[in-house]
């Protein structure tokens, strides 16, 4: 049991801080949709340029191949220069790369890899449907074999970067006779097809993240199956079981820092009493301590499943074990972010860097839905970690 | 950077589990529901296997190992919750053996001189060359020293100095409490705070126990969802049940991986040694409370019987929360700390 990082990581640390400090963007846009996909795609691109873009893919796809370690250095890096996420690039990175690594042909791999590295396109993630969330595999956009393509006609929901992404991983129904689990395919789907309309959905936050996309006898070439026909619950499954492994780290780093700040904020803004500083509150103070010790524990957590992945291979369930204690903590630090802001919380759309933790506040809501809810994660930890019976 | 038992420690830990295990087996008392003496024998026998020095440098007559095997060890503890003074013994082995006190270092290490842990009622009545005030004592029934572990300092105190104790029944059966009063007592040893961290290797090792038990009724808790069954089927199908369980693991999960951060921090010399330490008591009691209300839930009418350990669990967390501060000092220790690095 150590902590210690080997001499290669500690100079691949200074390494990344130094290039880090040269090249990182600075200064995210709080509330500019269009100024935010340019700023990610911009980081995409000066990642490229540095040899860092991929940084968890293989080196003989153009990835950094970094090891488990050497991803939570770059990580905790990127935090700590404030970069913020990838969003915008997150589902060609996190999710559509690799999958395509999994599974791709030569060609899928060749054309799409390094489109995707060099941030020269945006991918989106069209799995849920309206009548298909926690239940994804119920799913019914139908897929019909027309020729050498596939005609798709359904519609897909809550589709984050639809409206911005060229590209798609798109589930869709190709066989409706047998389990849900079987006759589903993952196909490439270029959103530019004509039949695609996408629709944009303003959330609670204000933002307009995420999408409705409907298919009307859209067309894809067969040549953009990834996997085999009818196993794309399968090839599904690679990248769900990534996106709970490293891809959180980062948004974990950058809660450790907002807990900070906020502690920071809370010694000189006025707390809800009008008169002295929040932190003079004990209960706010108390509070601020307590998420303090959580941050600590969840990346411990994280250390301490960087170590089982070193040992054991992929990512098991427990990944669920620290999805869920992320965005439970996430949505405690947004609310006590409201407490230290006091008579301030109310003020919404002001661009200073205070009332952006409003709405990260209400961001933060989000966290227990996406990528699968919490009541969903308590069912694997159940069902997977525990063993307990169905 | 390897958070992982290696298999060296995973053999400390089977073997001080396996021997809690028959210990607590074969006695002819139920200890962990009757307050007996200390058996002096077993004792002995612990301290002979290096329990009490396992963290303490070879040079101080210890075992030589880290912070990080003496949470191993007290995480054992915590999913059997044995009686004795555990604590007490460990730290005060070390606080003798620093002030250079060898002989009643040695005696303690082995099992022979026992120590009790006292615990300041109030602020005011802390560690110093002479000591005062109102303290609960833990395990002092036939204690030749008292321990006071305070973020200040830490004392030895021979207990013929203390004056009349008085016991009083304590929530946990297995634990003799007393409260005393002490004016002016001379200390047989004191040593300030300093680079000896020895506040922070106690709130380590209680959060490390907390930790054992927050394991222990998690896999009770499970064990008994799979097996129990209503409505023709195990309680563990209802998602009430089920995800009560995920929760007390994910509870289980941050403790543990915050005391081995927290441990290795010290041994390692981190400089956020203190802010780890502080973290890991308040993740761990946290993780222990709320698992044992869980567990006793879980285990509906039985879970409320004396006869079910799920009672004594609870009743231990309450104890270990007392020792060393508790959860509210240590929130109010926290978040005056400089921020982990
Ligand atoms: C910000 C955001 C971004 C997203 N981005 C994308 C994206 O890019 N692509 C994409 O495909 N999807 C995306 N999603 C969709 C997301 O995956 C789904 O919202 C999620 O899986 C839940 O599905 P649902 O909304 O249909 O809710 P439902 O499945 O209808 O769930 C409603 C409630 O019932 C609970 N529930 C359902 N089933 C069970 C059960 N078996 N046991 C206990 N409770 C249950 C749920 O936990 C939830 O509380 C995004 C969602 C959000 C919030």
């Known amino acids: 049991m150590d902590l210690q990082f080997s001499v290669a990581d500690l100079s691949f640390r200074e390494e990344v801080r130094t290039w880090l400090e040269e090249n990182a963007p600075k200064d995210r846009p709080q509330n500019d949709r269009k100024a935010l996909t340019e700023y990610d795609i911009n980081w995409q691109k000066i990642q490229w340029a540095g040899g860092y873009a991929g940084i968890s893919w293989p080196a003989e796809y153009g990835g950094r191949g970094a090891s488990l370690t050497q991803q939570l250095v770059w990580f905790e890096e990127c935090g700590r220069a404030g970069i913020p996420g990838i969003d915008t690039c997150f589902v060609g990175i996190n999710h559509a790369g690799p999958t395509l690594i999994a599974s791709g042909t030569d060609e899928q791999k060749s054309f799409h890899l390094p489109k995707i590295l060099r941030g020269d396109v945006i991918w989106c993630q069209g799995f849920s449907e309206p009548g298909s969330g926690s239940d994804l595999a119920s799913l019914s956009t139908r897929g019909i074999i027309d020729g050498d393509e596939l005609a798709v006609t359904g519609q897909k929901i809550w589709t984050s970067f639809g409206d911005k992404a060229q590209y798609q991983e798109l589930l869709v129904r190709t066989d409706a006779s047998g389990s849900k689990h079987k006759g589903i395919t993952w196909i490439i789907g270029d959103m530019s097809a004509p039949g695609i309309e996408v629709r944009p959905i303003e959330t609670m936050a204000g933002d307009a993240d995420f999408c409705e996309v409907f298919y009307d006898e859209a067309r894809f070439p067969l040549t953009s199956v990834v996997g085999r026909l009818n196993d794309g619950w399968n090839v599904a499954m690679s990248t769900l079981s990534f996106e709970r492994g490293t891809a959180f780290m980062l948004s974990q780093v950058a809660l450790a820092q907002v807990v900070e700040e906020l502690i920071d904020v809370a010694r000189t803004h006025t707390g809800p009493d009008g008169r002295r500083p929040a932190i003079a509150d004990d209960e706010i103070s108390r509070h601020l301590a307590q998420t303090r010790a959580d941050v600590a524990a969840l990346r411990a957590m994280t250390y301490l499943s960087i170590s089982r992945g070193a040992k054991y291979g992929t990512p098991g369930p427990e990944g669920s074990i620290s999805k869920l204690r992320y965005s439970d903590l996430s949505q405690r630090v947004g609310r006590l972010a409201i407490d230290v802001l006091g008579h301030d919380a109310l003020n919404f759309r002001s661009r200073s860097q205070l009332h952006s933790w409003v709405q990260e506040y209400l961001r933060s809501y989000a966290a227990s839905i996406g990528g699968g809810t919490s009541e969903i994660q308590r069912n694997i930890i159940g069902d997977r970690v525990l063993g307990l019976p169905r | ?341």
């Not at chain 2, 040079?59 to 007490?88: D, H, K, N, S, T």
């Not at chain 2, 200390?187 to 922070?200: C, H, K, M, Q, S």
Request: with cysteine; aromatic share 6%; net charge negative.
């Open chain 2, 1 to 341: 950077m390897d958070l992982l038992l290696s298999d060296e420690q995973q053999e400390i830990a089977s073997t001080v589990a396996s021997l809690l295990t028959d210990d607590l087996g074969n006695d002819t008392i139920d200890v962990r529901r009757t307050p007996t003496p200390i058996n002096r024998e077993t004792w002995a026998r612990y301290g002979e296997l290096g329990w009490f020095s396992l963290g303490l440098d070879e040079g101080l007559g210890g075992v030589g190992y880290g912070l990080a095997e003496e949470a191993i060890l007290f995480r054992e503890i915590g999913r059997q919750i044995p009686p004795g003074p555990f604590l007490a013994s460990t730290l005060s082995a070390r606080l003798a053996a620093l002030g250079g006190q060898s002989q009643l270092a040695g005696s303690i290490a082995a099992g022979r001189t026992l120590v009790a842990l006292a615990e300041p009622r109030n602020p005011d009545s802390a560690a110093g060359a002479s000591i005062s005030g109102s303290f609960d004592l833990f395990d002092g029934q036939d204690a030749e020293y008292v321990l006071i572990v305070t973020p200040r300092g830490a004392a030895l105190v021979a207990a013929e100095d203390l004056g009349s104790l008085q016991p009083t029944a304590c929530i946990d059966p297995s634990v003799h409490l007393a409260t005393v009063d002490l004016s002016g007592a001379g200390a047989a040893l004191y040593r300030p705070a300093g680079d000896d961290l020895l506040f922070e290797r106690g709130t380590i090792l209680i959060a490390a126990t907390l930790a054992g038990v927050a394991e222990a009724v998690r896999d009770m808790a499970t064990e008994y969802a799979k097996v129990r069954e209503q409505f023709g089927r195990p309680i563990g199908v209802n998602q009430a049940v089920k995800h009560r369980c995920a929760d007390m693991a994910i509870l289980a999960e941050a403790a543990a991986a915050q005391v081995f951060f927290a441990a290795v921090s010290v041994d390692e010399g981190r400089g956020d040694a203190a802010f780890q330490a502080s973290a890991a008591r308040i993740v761990a009691t946290d993780a222990a409370l709320e698992g044992a209300r869980a567990n006793i839930q879980i285990h509906g009418g039985m879970g409320y019987t004396f006869e079910c350990d799920a009672n004594l669990f609870l009743k231990r967390s309450h104890v270990l929360d007392r020792q060393l501060g508790d959860k509210y000092a240590e929130l109010d220790r926290l978040i005056d700390l400089p921020q982990a690095i």
